[in-house]
Each structure stands twice: as C-alpha cells, then as structure tokens.
Nanobody, 118 residues
C-alpha cells in the first residue's frame, strides 16, 4: 500500500508563496501521473496540476503562470510551488498518485490546508 503525506500548507497573505510537498512511501517513478487537487468549502474537488511520468504537465486555467508542479523521483516527492497566491486559492490541497498496472491504482494523501488572507 502506498502512502502519500502532504506538508507545507499554512496561512499566507495574498501575493505570497507556499511550496507544498507530497512524500510517497513508494517509488513515484512507477506512477503514470502525480497530481495536486484542491477542495474549497462547499465546492467540489478540482484538479490543480498534474505531472505525467513523460514530463508533460497540465494546470487549472486559474493557476497557470502562478503554480508549478514538479516530480523528484530520487526523493519520491512531488512539489507544488504556489506563487502570487490569491484568497480564492484557499482550500485543502490533496496529493494524488495514479498508475496503471493491469488495473488502475489510485492513491490519495490526507490533505494540507492552505489559507490565503486578503
């Protein structure tokens, strides 16, 4: 069983930066996609950024140019660098890992809270 542990959340003023980390108990190189999702109160969970093993990345339109996802296979860690934070970025951020080995395997972290004050 793979465990994902997020860290790096907190309270920051608008315009500030945070870097989220997601440490995996297994080799992240085995995962087809590593991603960050977020869920704000009363809203559905949404995909913020994804990084494929091929190196391809995708971002939610509202975070493009501000957030950067990266994978460090040597450390089995995925990062989300968040710059120019806005109050609407306030949410619980979740790390997600997915791989296809005969069947689709999907894993979630417990989440880390990000609060951006205006």
């Amino acid at each position: 069983q793979v465990q994902l542990v997020e860290s790096g959340g907190g309270l920051v003023q608008a315009g500030g930066s945070l870097r989220l980390s997601c440490a995996a108990s297994g080799r992240i190189s085995s995962f087809n996609v590593m991603a960050w999702y977020r869920q704000a109160p009363g809203k559905q969970r949404e995909l913020v950024a994804a990084a494929a093993a091929s190196g391809t990345t995708n971002y939610l339109d509202s975070v493009k140019g501000r957030f950067t996802i990266s994978r460090d296979n040597a450390k089995n860690t995925v990062y989300l660098q968040m710059n120019s934070l806005k109050p609407e970025d306030t949410a619980v951020y979740y790390c997600h890992a997915m791989r296809i080995v005969q069947t689709t395997q999907s894993y979630w972290g417990q989440g880390t809270q990000v609060i951006v004050s205006s």
